[in-house]
C-alpha cells in the first residue's frame, strides 16, 4: 500500500538520502522524498506497521510528524 509520510528536520539532499535509505532498508519500494514539501512516498507491505515506519527514520535522525495512506 502507498503511504505519504511528513518528515521533520531534512534540511538538505543528504538528507533525503538518510530518509530514501531508512525506509528501504525495512522494505519499502518506490520510494521518494521531497525536501521542498518534507514528504516521502512509498509502497510498503501490509506487514510493516506505521511504528516501523517511524522507527527507522527516527533511527535516522528525522522527526515523524504524520503517515497516512496515499
Request: hydrophobic residues 50%; charged residues 35%.
Given at each position: 500500500?502507498?503511504?505519504?509520510?511528513?518528515?521533520?528536520?531534512?534540511s538538505c539532499m543528504h538528507c533525503v538520502n538518510h530518509v530514501s535509505?531508512?525506509?528501504?532498508e525495512?522494505?519499502?519500494?518506490?520510494?521518494?522524498?521531497?525536501l521542498e514539501k518534507k514528504?516521502?512516498?512509498a509502497e510498503i507491505s501490509d506487514n510493516i506497521t506505521d511504528d516501523a515506519i517511524k522507527l527507522a527514520?527516527?533511527?535516522?535522525?528525522?522527526?515523524?510528524?504524520?503517515?497516512?495512506?496515499?
Open positions: 500500500m502507498k503511504k505519504k509520510i511528513l518528515v521533520e528536520g531534512m535509505e531508512a525506509l528501504k525495512i522494505g519499502a519500494k518506490d520510494v521518494e522524498v521531497n514528504l516521502a512516498t527514520i527516527e533511527d535516522a535522525g528525522y522527526d515523524v510528524v504524520n503517515i497516512e495512506k496515499a
